[in-house]
Nanobody, 121 residues
Framework: QVQLVESGGGLVQPGGSLRLSCAAS????????MGWYRQAPAKQRELVAT???????YYAESVKGRFTISTDNARDTVYLQMNSLKPEDTAVYYC???????????????WGQGTQVTVSS
């Protein structure tokens, strides 16, 4: 019943910026980390960035220095600020969270449907 909803994707020129947002349709309990993945056509899904409840972050080498992951104060929304975008950043970006939710409250991964980011001139 829980869905993650991404927004903020679109078409941008190389060197431009986009900010992605992700929010859960229902509260996810015991969430230790949230992250962003991406998948380009004919390529494997790639972990882009994660942020833990303690504020620790991880970035894929390909996006270090260009992307920033963050959460709001309530920790119910995760963002991905993407700067200096390159054509190779073109992909569908997916939000991910690990936690617990009704009805079973078992630990599981929750995923969004994805938002398309296209970097092209």
């Amino acid at each position: 019943q829980v869905q993650l909803v991404e927004s903020g994707g679109g078409l941008v020129q190389p060197g431009g910026s986009l900010r992605l947002s992700c929010a859960a349709s229902r509260r996810i309990f015991s969430t230790n980390a949230m992250g962003w993945y991406r998948q380009a056509p004919a390529k494997q899904r790639e972990l882009v960035a994660t942020v833990t409840s303690g504020g620790s972050t991880y970035y894929a080498e390909s996006v270090k220095g260009r992307f920033t992951i963050s959460t709001d104060n309530a920790r119910d929304t995760v963002y991905l600020q993407m700067n200096s975008l390159k054509p190779e950043d073109t992909a569908v970006y997916y939000c991910n969270a690990k936690g617990r939710a009704p009805p079973n409250f078992r630990l599981e991964d929750f995923w969004g449907q994805g938002t398309q980011v296209t970097v092209s001139s």
